[in-house]
């Protein structure tokens, strides 16, 4: 199944950048992150994110956006506020109705650059993250946009082998998983090039 989707997915896209002229217009994003990990006894964390966007728009309803974004994300526990820094790279598919509407999917990497963790918590993350992206937004004729996202990380931020752990009936406890999620509520700009 994943499979399939993937080459129809690519066969998309391959038939709108051959059949479509298309619009380039460089952008800057930044905004507001509520940040958590899942399954881990500690409270949301309040950052920021910053970083450029290259919208591709290739019919009046379809962009491809890939974003280049610095996200602070973390947790706080104890109040203390814990950062773990990545470099977020991410296509957004943009989905235009009605005016200015839009509604945003698609995936990022993350690739973890810092954190202030403590040394036992530091060694254990591990420096990749897989993430989906999902939100819904508003752009206004001058090229000024807000909206609002949800991601929610893929890969555990520990590396744990929850395999190790099995339950009576052989399956991996899931229930353990630490996960990355984050609401992000943003406000981008593009410029035209026209």
Do not use: H
Not at 100 to 126: A, H, M, Q, R, Y
């Amino acid at each position: 199944m994943k499979k399939c989707l993937a080459i129809f997915v690519f066969i998309f896209s391959g038939t709108l950048v051959s059949n479509a002229q298309f619009e380039f217009k460089p952008g800057l994003r930044g905004g507001v992150n509520i940040a958590k990990v899942t399954n881990f006894e500690v409270d949301s964390k309040t950052d920021f994110f910053v970083g450029g966007q290259f919208e591709l728009k290739f019919v009046d309803f379809y962009s491809l956006q890939p974003e280049v974004i610095y996200s602070r994300q973390g947790f706080k526990a104890d109040n203390d506020n814990y950062s773990i820094d990545y470099l977020s790279l991410g296509i957004t598919n943009k989905f235009t109705f009605g005016g200015g509407f839009n509604v945003l999917v698609g995936p990022t990497i993350d690739f973890k650059v810092g954190d202030n963790l403590p040394t036992f918590f530091s060694d254990e993350l591990i420096g990749v993250d897989f993430a989906l992206m999902g939100g819904i937004g508003y752009t206004f004729e001058n090229g000024l946009a807000v909206d609002v996202r949800f991601k929610q990380g893929l890969v555990d931020i520990f590396g744990d082998n929850y395999n190790e752990y099995n339950d009576e009936n052989g399956n991996g406890n899931f229930d353990e998983v630490k996960l990355n999620q984050l609401f992000q509520f943003g406000v981008s700009y593009s410029f035209d090039l026209k």
